[in-house]
Every structure is written in structure tokens, then in C-alpha cells.
């Protein structure tokens, strides 16, 4: 499978980036789409080491694939930042609205129940 063809029709998993992944993360956080995100500034790699962890990183797979990941961030003030990026070969896909689908379904169940 190429890597952009990661199917619309299978189930997107979100799983605890580990931190062999770490390298991967930092790529995506500095992709330009991302970054300019995220406040338009590239972060260093001993910068981002140290802020990753406590973000409780995710990465966003389907089909095996890792396409993008998703971060949580506890804020002073109780409230959960959450954030997450796409890897650009598969942008412009519907994956986006699909992790915000899924966020949502989970927080709300999580929330409620």
C-alpha cells in the first residue's frame, strides 16, 4: 500500500505513541502546516522531548498506518487542550473530521457515563 492509501472505510485507531514514535511526532510538528498551527515557530528536538511526554501523545492509524497524531494537554485551569496533525499525504482526505468525529463521540461518552 502506497502512503496516501490509507482506506476511508476502515476503523481509525488512536494508539499511545511510544517513544520510538517520538521521531515521527517531532517531523509532523514541524511540518510547515502544522507548525504555522501551532504558532508558526519550529521546535527543536531537545525541546520537543521535553514537552511530548506530558502531552499523553497519540498516534492516529489506519490500516496499519501511522497518518497523523494527537496530542492532550492539561491546562492550568483544568481544561484539556486537545490538537492534532495530519501527515500532508494524507490531508484533504476526510481524516480530520473523522479524528474530530471520534474525539467527540469519546469525550462525550466519557463525559456522560
Do not use: C
Request: proline share 3%; no cysteine; charged share 30%.
Amino acid at each position: 500500500m502506497l502512503k496516501n492509501e490509507a482506506s476511508p472505510k476502515s476503523e481509525m485507531e488512536f494508539i499511545p505513541a511510544e517513544e520510538k514514535d517520538y521521531e515521527q511526532l517531532w517531523q509532523w510538528r514541524n511540518d510547515v502546516v502544522i507548525r504555522n498551527a501551532l504558532g508558526g515557530f519550529a521546535m527543536s528536538w531537545i525541546d520537543f522531548q521535553d514537552s511530548i511526554s506530558k502531552k499523553n501523545p497519540q498516534l492516529i492509524r489506519r490500516d496499519g498506518l501511522d497518518i497523523g497524531y494527537l496530542t492532550f494537554t492539561q491546562m492550568e485551569d483544568g481544561v484539556v487542550r486537545i490538537f492534532f496533525g495530519i501527515d500532508s499525504g494524507y490531508r484533504r482526505q476526510g481524516f480530520g473530521s473523522e479524528v474530530i468525529e471520534k474525539i467527540t463521540k469519546k469525550t462525550i461518552w466519557h463525559a456522560t457515563y
